[in-house]
């Protein structure tokens, strides 16, 4: 198959978009288990009601909405490319990774969310101490990640963006048929490059102008250039 090299950026952008929605999904989800769980062994403490907001929780469920929403512009971006679409898309979520950015730091690696709650954490409740300490990393890492995704998204957009988003065109001349060829000589020979790209078709139907010769024909073919030169000789 022939693809150049703005169908392949192309196919690249919509494959991270989905793979960054099913994390955006997979990250809402995660935050609404966890803040449950934060509730229910928060309940079971004897200074629940001094206890800070789990902001960390938060933030984490922000994210997620708000990579969910970054690919939904992606997806709609994806299905009708230009340039104007593309560089508001591209300034737009660059934008929304900026602030994302910005609150992630502030809010999950500036603040000691472990020391802070620990203080109202007796020696009977270790065990939820444990397991706020595991999910606040696991919060970080995920964040994150999908950052740095969304940054590879933005990386192949940019591309996209400065080469251009209007499909290859071939202008070569069209070269005037041969009306001396015999009929004999096989007449499903592929057409050649200057033929199709004369007739302006996109790199994603070139397959459908020039298929693969099955065995079939060529043994065909070749049988016909065979009875052809033994006429000739003639």
Known sequence: MTYCSRCCLQKAIRIFNLIVNLCGVGIIIYSLWLEKKWYAGVSELPSHSSLPQPWFISTCLGVGIAVCFSTLIGHMVANCITGSNLCIYIFSVCSLILLQVGVIVTILFRIDWASEISQYIDENHE?????????LLMC???TVMVVVLQVNVMGLAVILWCIGTDPRRHNHSLDP?????SFLVASNMPLPDSMTEAAGIKCDDLDEVNPQ???????KSVFRMQLLRRFTSR
């Open 177 to 181: 048929p041969d009306f001396a060829q």
């Open 140 to 142: 970080r890492l995920i």
């Open 127 to 135: 065990e939820f101490e444990s397991f706020v300490r595991f999910h």
């Open 213 to 219: 010769e099955s065995f079939l024909s060529y043994v």
